[in-house]
């Protein structure tokens, strides 16, 4: 199993990105794709997720939308609004579709991470 992010790069706060994850070995529509971010020194935190539905963290709800491409095998995050404190490396990672889909340690396969630096 091997899961892509990309589509990272440098935006001016109020701008946006989508971000790209792509799969191979791994089925998305068979589990819980979930995105996640970490700031330097800091831990990392949970953004968004699908299953059946979506689930967002408090700070991008309204602003953050997960989406899933079941032919193309592939999860985007498209991100507006961007702020200051997004800035981040986000990983995308594959989870049971059975447990929770909050936490990092519920997600079996990661990829390898892409920065997003937003400018104030």
């Known amino acids: 199993v091997q899961l892509q992010a990309f589509g990272g790069g440098l935006v001016t706060a109020g701008g946006s990105l989508t971000l790209s994850c792509a799969a191979s070995?791994?089925?998305?529509?068979?589990?819980?794709t979930g995105w996640f971010r970490q700031a330097p020194g800091k831990e990392r935190e949970f953004v968004a997720a699908?299953?059946?539905?979506?689930l967002y963290a408090d700070s991008v709800k309204g602003r953050f939308t997960i989406s899933r491409d079941n032919v193309k095998n592939t999860v985007y995050l498209q991100m507006n609004s961007l702020k200051p404190e997004d800035t981040a490396v986000y990983y995308c990672?594959?989870?049971?579709?059975?447990?929770?889909?909050?936490?990092?340690?519920?997600?079996?396969?990661w990829g390898q991470g892409t920065q997003v630096t937003v400018s104030s």
């Open positions: 070995g791994l089925t998305f529509s068979r589990y819980t």
């Open positions: 699908i299953r059946w539905d979506t």
């Open positions: 990672a594959g989870g049971s579709l059975f447990t929770g889909w909050t936490q990092s340690r519920e997600y079996d396969y």
